[in-house]
């Protein structure tokens, strides 16, 4: 399990969805993301307001996905 508040735990990683961020950091498990991913089907909400609407993770937890998201991103980017 990586921790989400350590970006250097990300360093192996090359590219990783919203919901795969947080299932690693073990913010969530596969029932949930299978939930939400169910729900994104019908309302046209993002991934991250399913989540904080479920109460399943924090708005400080999402925040922080969110960032390491777009730094794996930006490392990518640059390599």
């Known amino acids: ?3 989400l508040y ?3 735990d990300w ?3 090359s590219r990783l969805r ?3 961020i947080l299932l690693e950091a073990g913010k969530i498990n596969l029932l949930h993301l299978s939930m939400v991913l169910d729900i994104q089907r ?8 399913i989540f904080l ?4 993770i924090s708005k ?3 925040q922080q996905a969110l960032f390491v998201q777009k730094t794996i991103q930006k490392r990518c980017n640059n390599a």
């Not at 046209?44 to 307001?49: D, E, S, V």
Request: proline share 4%; hydrophobic share 35%; charged share 35%.
């Open 1 to 3: 399990m990586k921790n």
């Open 6 to 8: 350590n970006i250097d």
């Open 11 to 13: 360093s192996d990683v």
């Open 18 to 20: 919203l919901g795969e």
């Open 42 to 49: 019908f309302k046209k909400m993002p991934m991250g307001q």
């Open 53 to 56: 609407s479920m109460k399943v």
């Open 60 to 62: 400080k937890d999402l």
